[in-house]
């Protein structure tokens, strides 16, 4: 199994940018496609950002999508994700989930599709 470490979060200004960091140990991350979920108080958890095993599919949810990058270097064990814009509704707490497949190109934004989760890490968005 995998273990996944996430990091880089803290707390920003409104229209700044922050990169989350999530680390693998344990099997080699490109075993498994990627996935970012956030959870801010008193809400579910929702998807964000995945990729692929390869690295060349991508997909984000609509709230992200041209403000977020999600990337990953399989050579590091590691996956990415580069935000942008930060607005206050992009307050959470930050996961990383990873899903052992076969499929190198499939992305999936079904958080209960990933066996896998990291700790978490806090991105806080002041207005």
């Known amino acids: 199994q995998v273990q996944l470490v996430e990091s880089g979060g803290g707390l920003v200004q409104a229209g700044d940018s922050l990169r989350l960091s999530c680390a693998a140990s344990g099997r080699t991350v490109n075993s498994y496609r990627m996935g970012w979920f956030r959870q801010a108080p008193g809400k579910e958890r929702e998807f964000v950002a995945a990729?692929?095993?390869?690295?060349?599919?991508?997909y984000y949810a609509v709230s992200v999508k041209v403000r977020f990058t999600v990337s990953r270097d399989n050579a590091k064990n590691t996956v990415y994700l580069q935000m942008s814009s930060l607005k206050p509704e992009d307050a959470a707490v930050y996961y990383c989930?990873?899903?052992?497949?076969?499929?190198?190109?499939?992305?999936?934004?079904?958080?209960?599709?990933?066996?896998?989760w990291g700790q978490g890490t806090q991105v806080t968005v002041s207005s």
């Open positions: 990729i692929s095993r390869s690295g060349g599919n991508t």
């Open positions: 989930a990873a899903d052992r497949t076969f499929s190198s190109g499939s992305c999936s934004s079904l958080l209960h599709g990933y066996d896998y």
